[in-house]
């Protein structure tokens, strides 16, 4: 078994531990009221589009979500920077930036390694070792993090990890070896899930995924559906929608279990790609497991 697959399964797992540390570590993450920005490179990015939409729609405030290399130089109460292996070099510029600033920005880390040199630049950290991975492509790590900010505003995670146990066994909703090319949409929060599914694929197995919201895919990219191709929604799927894809020839793919859930899916299937073309998923392709920059 690669480590990848034991990693995905352990997710319901490490989703109940993340949600039990989020009333410990309280303090630590952004209070109501904050003028939020949430960082990230990668999936860590994508994870942080998906918190500031449910932040802001649980009235908790303005929340933004930065790649951290693009940051925009404004003022914010608070960023909150994820990064599993707390050696990213984009997210440690960003934060020394931060320190040096002549504004004083609370800054928090959450992070897989306790030890890495990101707590040391960082306010405040959270530490999540039990969500750390050997693997180079993150999955759970990035879930648990979600499903840490998610418990902080105050959702219940027992139909999630409860649905997260059944995606963990269930049969893949497409067959790697007759599926072409997958486009995932998403809607408010699961956009982020989306675009991590499609980048789970392409770093996995170097396969043809791509990822939009899902209002907007019928804005061009619905132009390279087909037979032998699919599209897999996230969340809320637009009315009509399903009936236009099924008229290119497209497979249509749309659980109703917990967006984050569905993700799991999405990471098995990347892997059972990758097996499929010949690829180890634990070693993608011009890929480590942390971009460290000279």
């Known amino acids: 078994m690669a480590h990848v697959d034991a990693e995905i399964a352990s997710q319901p797992s490490t989703w109940r531990q993340a949600g039990a540390l989020a009333a410990q570590v309280a303090d630590a993450l952004p209070k109501p009221g904050?003028?939020?920005?949430?960082?990230?490179?990668?999936?860590?990015?994508?994870?942080?589009?998906?918190?500031?939409v449910l932040r802001e729609r649980a009235g908790q405030g303005e929340?933004?979500?930065?790649?951290?290399?693009e940051f925009p130089r404004r003022r914010y109460d608070r960023v909150v920077a994820i990064t599993r292996s707390g050696t990213t070099t984009e997210v440690l510029d960003l934060l020394r930036d931060l320190n040096a600033g002549t504004t004083t920005t609370a800054t928090t880390a959450v992070t897989g390694d306790p030890g890495s040199p990101v707590v040391q630049l960082a306010t405040d950290t959270v530490s999540m070792p039990f969500a750390d991975e050997r693997s180079v492509v993150q999955t759970r790590f990035a879930t648990s993090a979600l499903a840490l900010l998610r418990a902080h505003l105050g959702q219940d995670l027992t139909g999630a990890v409860a649905d997260a146990m059944a995606a963990v066994d269930a049969d893949l909703p497409l067959d790697p070896a007759r599926t072409e090319q997958v486009t995932f949409l998403g809607r408010g929060w699961t956009v982020g899930l989306a675009y991590e599914a499609a980048l789970k694929c392409r770093e996995s197995a170097a396969y043809w995924a791509e990822a939009y919201p899902a209002m907007d895919?019928?804005?061009?990219?619905?132009?390279?559906?087909?037979?032998g191709r699919a599209v897999w929604a996230f969340g809320e799927v637009p009315s009509g929608l399903e009936a236009q894809v099924g008229a290119t020839g497209a497979a249509f793919v749309h659980g109703t279990g917990d967006p984050m859930a569905e993700l799991i899916l999405a990471q098995r299937f990347a892997v059972a790609l990758a097996t499929h073309r010949g690829l180890d998923p634990d070693a993608p392709r011009h890929l480590t497991r942390s971009v460290i920059l000279s």
């Open 217 to 227: 895919y019928r804005h061009g990219p619905i132009s390279v559906a087909a037979p």
């Open 63 to 69: 929340t933004d979500a930065y790649a951290a290399s």
């Open 34 to 52: 904050e003028r939020v920005a949430v960082v990230g490179c990668g999936t860590s990015w994508f994870i942080a589009m998906s918190y500031a």
